[in-house]
């Protein structure tokens, strides 16, 4: 490479790289009119020492000089070399490149070698920047003479084993909670999961494995690995209603049950089997009835099929006495009979009989005694209440005493 002569009073010196001396230490370094302690030096120096520039040594803090040199020559950078690699060359993606180790010079015009310090040197990639798959090599640029070196470097995924992945449990029963499934063969340095990694309801679902950047499985790919699982129904826990017992006709309905219960779906009654409600049934008269229950699953529980309960009665209330209208009765004419009103509880059938038929008899509609005379006489009318839809027969019969005195 051809070299720049030195010519006293060079206005050209103030710009150019030139390559200092230090007599105290014996550093050897390249200086720019940038650093610290330049100073060109006077032309009575350059004629007479063959000095052409002073700095202060970074090594020692003394003066060191820029000369001409064997030939009366300034020294320029011809190229920047690798001394030595980094100690790191291989590299996942997602990784920086590191100067660890590496050693670069500068080879000047002369043959000599001047060592750089890396602080001096811009790298691309950045030392800050993600290694890509894309990326052979980091070119590392000395920033005082733009001399540039390409470091070569490999980038490649680390294998993973992909056909160690697998759920442990792929089908879980419904419990409330969320649920994770397993999955073996996952390492979380370098894989990620994704998609439906936990659930709670019932559901089909799918669980997604995918190698971190900087690795792929052993066949190379990054595609990601779906894994299905499901959550199915669960049966409800379910506590059966109770049937009511010693029930008696009161005249307002009466719950046939203690209600029962289900950790999941609604529990259902009914009195035929056919119709089913969520409340407890009712009865108000007296009568034997069955209970039926059932439970409706709904998205998270199965269904309860019906189940027969038994019956449940509701017996017949005891009645009070029944009581007449009157409990004397005058007749004087054939064609005028006497009426007696029977007030009872329920519905039972009412009936009556005269103690003396030859003197009166009687006829029953509904809860009314018509008594007929028949001939001078008295005689006694008893009434009767038989048991009805609600109410036992009364225990008691009520009187009536009939005179008979035709004019």
Known sequence: MATTPIIAGDADLATRDRVFDCPYCNAKFIGHSTDTGFEIATLAEQAE?????????????????????????????E????????????YKPGDKFATTGLKLAVQNSDGSLGAVDLADCTFSPSTATDLAL???????????????????????????????????????????EAIAPVVEGYDSDTMTKGGNTSRTNVGDYTLTVTPKTGYCWEDGTTDAVSLDWEI???????????????????????????????????????????????????ATNADTYTVYYKVDGNSNYNDVPAVELGDVEIAKATPDAPTLSVDTLSLTAIATPGTITVTRDGDGAVSAVSSDTAVCTVAVESNVVTVTAVADGEA??????????????????????VTVALV
């Open 79 to 90: 190229a920047l070399l690798i001394l030595s690699l980094p100690s790191k060359t291989l």
């Open 232 to 282: 199915v129904k669960a049966d409800p826990v379910v506590t059966a209603p109770v049937a009511k017992t010693n029930l008696a006709y009161t005249g307002v309905a009466q719950a046939l049950v203690t209600a029962g219960s289900t950790t999941g779906g609604t529990m259902k009654y009914s009195t035929d089997g056919e119709n089913y409600a969520a409340s407890v049934p009712t």
């Open 380 to 401: 006694t009318v008893t009434v009767s209440v038989a048991a009805g839809a609600n109410y036992e027969a009364p225990t008691t019969a009520p009187e009536c005493a």
């Open 49 to 77: 020492l063959g000095i052409t520039a002073k700095i202060t040594c970074p090594t020692c803090s003394n003066t060191a000089y820029a000369t001409l040199g064997s030939k009366g020559e300034v020294q320029t950078v």
């Open 134 to 176: 894309t990326d052979k090599k980091v070119t590392a640029t000395h920033t005082a003479s733009s001399k540039t070196v390409d470091i070569p470097i490999y980038v490649r995924n680390e294998q993973i084993r992909k056909l160690n992945i697998k759920l442990a449990q792929d089908v879980f029963v419904y419990t409330g």
